[in-house]
């Protein structure tokens, strides 16, 4: 039986693609916000050892979520780009005496479908190099010259579009963080930031339902994928 894990929720963003006039992890989804809906993925989960959310500075909705007072439930303060706000949270669990060395999840607040079986596929096995959940490319994927042109055609076969969670050994993924934030490298995920200390973490099959919300489209189709689970 493997270690009990945290999982980091980076829920800090302002939400600026949605433009829905507040922070999009607050919109509500089917009866819940993302947020709500993507902290209740993990709460009393076997394999869950505590959820660490990361919030804006300003984040005035909070106070509203169901999970607020949940002993499960802690928050933290996020940054100004997502790995700030994954850095933030690392930080927060090691002065709380919460990690050292294991394993952390980092899932994105705005990937409210993930399911259990989803969840399953990269917490119960062992990955020696860290593992994201990520699906295979099943469009041709094209790469653009500097005006917008097609350039190129890349080999589909090779490209996977990655998701979250991400998992990686908490003090490792901290230093990797750090060290592409001193070398200027704006990394998306933290994956990048891994392979950027010469890590080739596995990549677990996911689910195309485990959308990230980040168009007022995503919304509509999150919506719908709800409503065939019931
Ligand atoms: N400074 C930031 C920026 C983003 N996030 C979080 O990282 C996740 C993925 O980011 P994204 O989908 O880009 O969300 P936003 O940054 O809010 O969206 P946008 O880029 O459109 O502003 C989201 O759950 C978001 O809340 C965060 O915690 N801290
Ligand atoms: C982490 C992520 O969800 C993997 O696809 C993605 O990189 C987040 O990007 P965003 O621009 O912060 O939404």
Redo the contacts with the bound molecule.
């Keep these: 039986m493997t270690q009990a894990l945290w999982v980091i929720i980076?829920?800090?963003?302002?939400?600026?693609?949605?433009n829905a006039g507040f922070?999009?992890?607050y919109l509500s989804l089917a009866g819940d916000t993302i947020l709500d809906r993507t902290i209740s993925i993990f709460i009393d989960h076997p394999m869950i050892a505590g959820i660490a959310v990361?919030l804006g500075a300003e984040d005035g909705y909070w106070p509203d979520s169901k999970w607020r007072n949940h002993k499960q439930v802690a928050v933290f303060v996020?940054?100004?780009?997502?790995s700030?706000?994954v850095r933030n949270g690392l930080q927060f669990l090691h002065e709380q005496q919460q990690i050292g060395c294991q394993s952390v999840l980092v899932h994105?607040?705005?990937r409210p479908l993930l399911t259990a079986t989803g969840l399953a596929r990269i917490v119960e096995n062992n990955h020696p190099q860290g593992a994201i959940l990520a699906i295979p490319a099943r469009d041709t994927v094209k790469c653009q010259t500097d005006t917008g042109k097609v350039k190129g055609t890349l080999d589909r076969n090779h490209i996977w579009l990655a998701q979250t969670p991400q998992k990686f050994p908490a003090d490792v993924l901290y230093e990797a963080l750090k060290k592409a934030d001193q070398q200027a490298l704006a990394v998306t995920d933290e994956c990048s930031a891994m392979e950027l200390i010469g890590w080739h973490p596995d990549l677990v099959v996911g689910e195309s339902s485990n959308i990230?919300v980040?168009l007022p489209e995503d919304l509509l189709i999150a919506e719908a994928l709800i409503s065939q689970r019931h």
């Design positions: 980076p829920a800090a963003g302002v939400g600026q693609r949605m922070p999009k992890q990361g996020g940054g100004s780009t997502r700030d706000t994105d607040a705005a990230k980040t």
